[in-house]
């Protein structure tokens, strides 16, 4: 990589782990504020319903904003924005309502950077799937540092300095995004042509993929140190002795949830170097296929063998995302390449946020486990999408 390479994949590695740890933040403090407000548990879930919802169904104008002013200016609001948010959300807390209201906030600012960062990785350099599946590990370690992080801090100060602690993490984003010169890509990149150019049929085919994508990946993701907490009754018992290090039972949880997302680090780079060596659609039917078991099974055990087979679902769910955002950039033109990465967003965390309730729906009609029953169904009708996007795409390549 040149230097505005990696300078540009610098700031996009930070800005894709703020996004994600701003999003994981949330699910682990859930136990500890359905005590704060006496609720149900499918009610303190639903209080994140437009976090989750604006997170993505503002990424198409997120990304129109981009292409239009460019990714720098609207990285900067994310970072200023979900701050400030992630503040109030802290002195608020007091209150649900303005505390839901403060967590939209932080969803609204923080879903810029996926058609913002996703569009400046793609059309600034030249190893653009390698470059995604750096940028996705980034992405990961939010998503696995996020549990634990609100979990201590909850542990020894309280839900409100652990949302001070996030607002102050993305005004630092801020300030990277000020001392860190980048320059936007202002002819087309050095990439290879599109394999299948101009396709939209298979954009459409591969938009179904996302929106059931984003129902497994919300579904799972919002529950899971929850699930976690509950499920692991035998395990937390031997830990037990460690309690002067874990501090409590959802400490523990929170930790074991980002063990867990720690795999999928690995999981982002594997796929980001198949995506840059072999047939993007190829990997995308075995990644999703090989997962359709693991997260069934994650219904029917427990301790150990349910840390194991949830690590195994989130090496293939999470490593999947290299590959789905080569194919993204393989059928999009370049001038309107934030747009398109904005319409996939919006789809994945716009529609996906409906799990938030889809969840609670589940688990008040059955039970928590049915969640990841209902998961693997959704899998499998991705699975034939994918099939019908290679149908669709097998004679236009380039």
């Not at 997302?261 to 039917?285: E, M, N, S």
Request: hydrophobic share 55%.
């Amino acid at each position: 990589m040149n230097p505005n390479e990696r300078n540009i994949l610098t700031t996009t590695c930070f800005g894709h782990f703020l996004s994600h740890f701003n999003m994981l933040f949330f699910p682990a403090l859930v136990i500890p504020l359905t005590r704060i407000y006496d609720l149900e548990l499918h009610s303190i879930i639903a209080l994140s319903f437009w976090m989750y919802m604006l997170f993505g169904l503002t990424a198409l104008p997120w990304g129109l904003l981009s292409d239009r002013y460019g990714p720098k200016r609207l990285m900067l609001i994310f970072y200023s924005g979900a701050g400030l948010s992630a503040v109030a959300a802290g002195f608020f807390l007091d209150s649900p309502w303005l505390f839901s209201a403060s967590l939209a906030g932080v969803g609204l600012f923080s879903g810029i950077y996926h058609p913002a960062g996703l569009g400046l990785i793609t059309k600034g350099i030249s190893k653009m799937s390698m470059a995604l599946g750096y940028n996705g590990m980034a992405g990961n370690l939010g998503l696995a540092l996020a549990p634990i992080f609100a979990g201590v801090i909850n542990y020894f100060s309280g839900p409100k300095a652990a949302f001070l602690f996030l607002g102050g993490l993305n005004l630092l984003g801020a300030m990277i995004m000020l001392m860190l010169p980048v320059a936007e890509a202002k002819a087309a990149s050095r990439q290879k042509a599109p394999l299948y150019h101009g396709l939209l049929i298979g954009f459409i085919v591969l938009c179904f993929c996302i929106v059931l994508q984003g129902l497994a990946y919300r579904g799972t993701s919002v529950i899971l140190p929850t699930y976690f907490e509950m499920k692991n009754e035998g395990l937390y018992k031997y830990l037990n002795e460690l309690q002067g290090i874990l501090g409590s039972k959802n400490v523990a949880a929170t930790a074991l949830t980002s063990i867990v997302y720690f795999v999928g680090i690995f999981g982002q780079f594997l796929g980001g170097w198949t995506a840059q060596r072999f047939d993007p659609r190829k990997a995308y039917l075995a990644f999703h296929s090989l997962s359709i078991p693991m997260v069934l099974l994650m219904a029917y055990t427990t301790d150990i063998p349910l840390i194991l087979v949830s690590m195994a679902y989130l090496l293939f769910l999470l490593g999947m995302q290299p590959i789905e955002n080569t194919l993204i950039a393989q059928l999009s033109p370049e001038k309107l390449r934030h747009s398109a990465y904005g319409v996939k967003f919006m789809l994945s965390f716009g529609v996906g946020a409906l799990a938030v309730y889809l969840v609670g729906w589940i688990e008040s009609v059955w039970s928590l486990p049915a969640v990841f029953i209902a998961m693997s169904l959704a899998t499998c009708l991705l699975v034939l999408f994918i099939l019908l996007l290679f149908a669709v795409t097998r004679n236009k390549e380039a």
